[in-house]
T-cell receptor, first 113, second 116 residues
């Protein structure tokens, strides 16, 4: 099936540092999304991107929909301990009148206080 | 707030057993999904449903079936559990958006299934 390549797989950073992660695909997507999964919980939507080149912020999080529509980036500024978790990118393509999400492998973030 | 409830947090079953994973959502969402989550592989779609009594295969449907008799409930069935089905199973729901969009998924907390 389709694959999204998400990197890095894991990060261990100091509190206060900025974080960058990205997702690439060989296919074009109509929508890019970023989800966060806290330990012991299901993923929660952070940011949704709908147009190529779009840059969207949600607090300390900023995500971009790549111009080629084959990639997306997520940045977290001034990380704090509660940023710990697994971050997933997801792309959506429309087929007929339905859309299916394809998820990346996830980036596990650990923050050292 | 949307709530997606999965009946069990942890489940231990034996090889060959029939296993039922239950999921209920309380926001009248049309769409419901079952994913499995494995380290290094992310979330992979098993089955989904856009309406009652309707089901469609996802990317990895082999060894699974589903049932949606009521709008709020979506069940995942492992007909004969095998050790390679040991995984975290996540249920999700969403509203039916324009053009079939369903990106705003609401997930349950997951069921960690171990098959021995």
């Amino acid at each position: 099936g389709q694959q999204l390549n998400q990197s890095p797989q894991s990060m261990f950073i100091q509190e206060g540092e900025d974080v960058s992660m990205n997702c690439t695909s060989s296919s074009i997507f109509n929508t890019w999304l970023w989800y966060k999964q806290d330990p012991g919980e299901g993923p929660v939507l952070l940011i949704a991107l709908y147009k190529a080149g779009e840059l969207t912020s949600n607090g300390r999080l900023t995500a971009q929909f790549g111009i080629t529509r084959k990639d997306s980036f997520l940045n977290i500024s001034a990380s704090i301990p509660s940023d710990v978790g697994i971050y997933f990118c997801a792309g959506q393509r429309y087929s007929g009148n339905t859309g299916k999400l394809i998820f990346g492998q996830g980036t596990t973030l650990q923050v050292k206080p | 707030d949307v709530k997606v409830t999965q009946s069990s947090r942890y489940l231990v079953k034996r090889t060959g057993e029939k296993v039922f994973l239950e999921c209920v959502q309380d926001m009248d969402h049309e769409n419901m999904f079952w994913y499995r989550q494995d380290p290094g592989l992310g979330l992979r779609l098993i089955y989904f449903s856009y309406d009652v009594k309707m089901k469609e295969k996802g990317d990895i449907p082999e060894g699974y079936s589903v049932s949606r008799e009521k709008k709020e409930r979506f069940s995942l069935i492992l007909e004969s559990a095998s050790t390679n089905q040991t995984s975290m199973y996540l249920c999700a729901s969403s509203l039916q958006g324009l053009g079939g969009t369903n990106e705003k998924l609401f997930f349950g907390s997951g069921t960690q299934l171990s098959v021995l």
